[in-house]
Nanobody, 125 residues
C-alpha cells in the first residue's frame, strides 16, 4: 500500500521561501506521478503542481503558482519536494502530497490513490 507523508510546513514571511517535503513508501516516487494540492480555510482543495514518474521529466503547475513554485523529486530518497518562492499571503493553506498512476489525470484529485495528512503553511506580512 502506498503511503505518503508531508513535512516542512510552518511560518514564512511574504516574499520569502519555504520547501515542503513528501516522503513515500517503497519506490512510489519513481513509479507514480506525484502531485501537490492545497486547501485554504473555507475553500476546496486545489491542484498546485505535479511531476511524472520515472525521471520526472514532466512537470506541471497551477496558474497561481507558475513561475514561483518548483516541484522536484529524489528517486533514491523516495521524496518529492515543493520549493515555494516569492510566497504570497494567498499561498497560506494546508498542503497535501498525493500519488497516482495516471499522468494524464495529474490535476484530478479523484484519480489519486494515496494522500498524506497535510502540512500547514502560514504566511505573515
Amino acid at each position: 500500500q502506498v503511503q505518503v507523508a508531508e513535512s516542512g510546513g510552518g511560518l514564512v514571511q511574504a516574499g520569502g521561501s519555504l520547501r515542503l517535503s513528501c516522503s513515500t513508501s517503497g519506490h512510489t516516487v519513481s513509479t507514480y506521478t506525484m502531485g501537490w494540492f492545497r486547501q485554504a480555510p473555507g475553500e476546496r482543495r486545489r491542484f498546485v503542481a505535479g511531476i511524472s514518474d520515472g525521471s520526472g521529466s514532466l512537470t506541471i503547475y497551477g496558474d497561481s503558482v507558475e513561475g514561483r513554485f518548483i516541484i522536484s523529486k529524489d528517486n533514491i530518497k523516495n521524496t518529492v519536494y515543493l520549493q515555494m518562492n516569492s510566497v504570497k499571503p494567498e499561498d497560506a493553506a494546508v498542503y497535501y502530497c498525493a500519488a497516482t498512476k495516471l499522468w494524464r489525470f495529474v490535476k484530478i484529485q479523484s484519480k489519486y490513490e494515496a494522500w498524506g495528512q497535510g502540512t500547514q503553511v502560514i504566511v505573515f506580512t
